[in-house]
């Protein structure tokens, strides 16, 4: 996730997955995560934040370089957002069994570890990455809370339809 475009490639496959599987709620929302990637350029450019400078930190460049302004971390937020969303699912649909605990677990601690990633690299501040776990919080709640009204809706819509 690291490379940039790892994300978009996942994500185009998951979306085929869950297409492909009739699953085209899950797909269509799967999709909604690159709203809050595409906000969070216009609230970086808004805040103008700059990065750790040269001066400060030894700054690791590594594909494609560093883009735009620090505050929040767009990766800090993707990785919230993205892998929040596909665990919650998982939840869902597999249940609480031991192998979809683990997975949560070693989630979250890929989540915490591309955070220090992020500081310990000098492409963000602290509060840079916990303002992106932070908005991709918020906006995980905010998709899982519209994705189960949508789901609810839908099964509403199926059960008073004539046989």
Not at 9 to 18: D, G, H, N, Q, S
Not at 23 to 36: D, H, P, Y
Not at 43 to 58: C, L, N, T, Y
Not at 83 to 90: A, P, S
Request: with cysteine.
């Amino acid at each position: 996730m690291g490379i940039r475009g790892v994300a978009g490639i996942l994500m185009i496959l998951l979306f085929i997955l869950f297409w492909s599987s009739n699953k085209r709620t899950e797909a269509i929302f799967l999709v909604l995560i690159s709203v809050a990637d595409l906000m969070n350029i216009l609230i970086k450019e808004i805040i103008g934040r700059p990065r750790p400078s040269q001066d400060i930190v030894d700054v690791v460049i590594g594909y494609g370089g560093i883009q735009g302004s620090g505050f929040p971390s767009g990766h800090a937020l993707h990785v919230v957002l993205f892998y929040g969303f596909i665990c919650y699912l998982m939840f869902k649909f597999l249940g609480k069994r031991i192998v979809t605990i683990t997975i949560f677990w070693l989630v979250v601690a890929y989540i915490f570890i591309t955070g220090l990633w992020l500081i310990y690299d000098g492409r963000h501040w602290v509060m840079d990455v916990l303002g992106g776990y932070s908005y991709g919080a918020f906006y995980l709640s905010v998709l899982i809370f519209n994705y189960n009204a949508q789901k609810s809706k839908t099964q509403m819509m199926d059960t008073e339809r004539p046989k």
